[in-house]
């Protein structure tokens, strides 16, 4: 193992990879999702695309073997293992606005927030937006009349996705604050990025 970056409930982190290292996104105790950003290292302007990455695996999961695209259709990331098997791609990450207008929460926690100051830690102030995340672990679904249902996720301790970097990358992630649904369980918890790169 190169570097684990602990992950503290309701807080982000980030940290810079090279291409051909690995990432393994670690849920600790169950339950928990994590919202995902990244940025391409020598570009801050390529950036990871949900959306993209929705046309170029051509579905809105994710298995094994499948990318996560860039903005420019630029293949930044491969997934090479995961043992939850299921992410959400449509869902903005949560920020203050979205507290204050649903619950009026003026001061809560929010993923944007967190990818903030996680890359402001670095040093770095790159856009964040929000429909520009990952969000890691998240059990959602479309009802019948097409609405978005938040399920509590089932996922264990210990649960993670490994990713395979294919390109120089700044990523972030969010232990999402999200206590207003069950989105992580009602209870917000720890998350670990861990970094190294595979011997040959």
């Known amino acids: 193992m190169t570097e684990a970056v602990p992950v503290p409930a309701s807080s982000g982190r980030a940290i810079s990879l090279k291409k051909g290292e690995r990432l393994r996104i670690v849920d600790v105790e169950g339950h928990q999702v994590g919202d995902f950003a990244a940025w391409r290292t020598e570009d801050s302007g390529e950036y990871f695309s949900p959306s993209h990455t929705v046309t170029q695996n051509w579905r809105i999961t994710l298995k094994p073997g499948d990318t996560l ?51 402001s830690g670095m040093g770095l102030a790159y856009p964040v937006r929000g429909e520009l995340a990952l969000n890691l672990f998240m059990k959602n679904r479309i009802g019948p009349a097409g609405e978005m249902i938040y399920d509590e996720p089932t996922h264990g301790p210990g649960s993670y996705i490994e990713l395979e970097c294919l390109m120089d990358a700044v990523v972030a992630l969010s232990a999402c604050p999200q206590d207003q649904t069950p989105t992580n369980g009602w209870k917000c918890t720890p998350m670990r990025l861990e970094r190294w790169t595979p011997a040959t």
């Open 69 to 119: 695209a860039t903005n420019r259709r630029n293949d930044m990331f491969r997934v090479v293992a995961d043992t939850v098997g299921y992410h959400d791609m449509i869902v903005p990450c949560c920020d203050p606005e979205a507290y204050l207008r649903r619950y009026g929460l003026s001061d809560h926690r929010s993923c944007r927030t967190n990818l903030e100051e996680a890359l």
